[in-house]
């Protein structure tokens, strides 16, 4: 239930734990909400740091339904985008928060 940063997490850490990876927070063929926003604000680029962003929000978002900005960028700091979207993912984060609404 806690977002891990999977390369500072050695293995043996996991074990015995439930993992969810970000194949794991859609419904099946239906996005998760923060997916859906993330798509929706194109809070991506290349793609590379995207699962990482999206579990953090989804996370974000389990424990807390309407994050301030400050809460957002605290959940979603330590992932880091070289294309740059950091604004879209913060945007995406609100905008899936004010659709859960
Ligand atoms: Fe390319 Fe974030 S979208 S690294």
Redesign the pocket.
Known sequence: GKPAITCMLPVKNAAARKITTIEGVAQGSVLHRVQQAFVEEGA???????SG?LISAAALIERTRMPSDAEIRDALDGN??????YLRCIRAVRRACEAMK
């Open positions: 991506m680029q290349c793609g590379y740091c995207t962003f880091l985008c070289r294309c740059g979207v």
